[in-house]
Nanobody
C-alpha cells in the first residue's frame, strides 16, 4: 500500500524559504518518477516540480530558478526547497508519483504553505 506523508509547510513572509519533505512507503524511489504538486484555493492542482529515476528534473515556469526538487533514496524521501517565495505560491503542497496522480490515487494530506506579502 502506497502512503505519502508531506511536512514542512508553514507561514512565511514573501522572499522567505521553506523546505518541504515527503516520506513515502510502498514506492521505490530509485525506479520511480516523483513530483511535487500544489493546489491553491479555487484552482486545480498543478505539477510544480518532478524528478526522474535518472535525476532529470523539471519545473513549472512559475517556480523555475526558485524551487529545487531532490530525493533521498535511502530514506525514500523527496524534498522541495522553496526560495524567494511569493504570495502566489500559497497553496497546499502534495507529493506523488505522476502516474498515480493522473489516476487520482494515493494523495496524502498535503502541507499548507502560506506566503504573506
Amino acid at each position: 500500500q502506497v502512503q505519502l506523508v508531506e511536512s514542512g509547510g508553514g507561514l512565511v513572509q514573501a522572499g522567505g524559504s521553506l523546505r518541504l519533505s515527503c516520506a513515502a512507503s510502498g514506492i521505490t524511489f530509485s525506479i520511480n518518477h516523483m513530483g511535487w504538486y500544489r493546489q491553491a484555493p479555487g484552482k486545480q492542482r498543478e505539477l510544480v516540480a518532478s524528478i526522474s529515476s535518472a535525476d532529470r528534473r523539471n519545473y513549472a515556469d512559475s517556480v523555475k530558478g526558485r524551487f529545487t526538487i531532490s530525493t533521498d533514496n535511502a530514506k525514500n524521501t523527496v524534498h522541495l526547497q522553496m526560495n524567494s517565495l511569493k504570495p502566489e505560491d500559497t497553496a497546499v503542497y502534495y507529493c506523488n508519483v505522476p502516474i498515480y496522480a493522473t489516476l487520482n490515487k494515493y494523495w496524502g494530506q498535503g502541507t499548507q504553505v502560506t506566503v504573506s506579502s
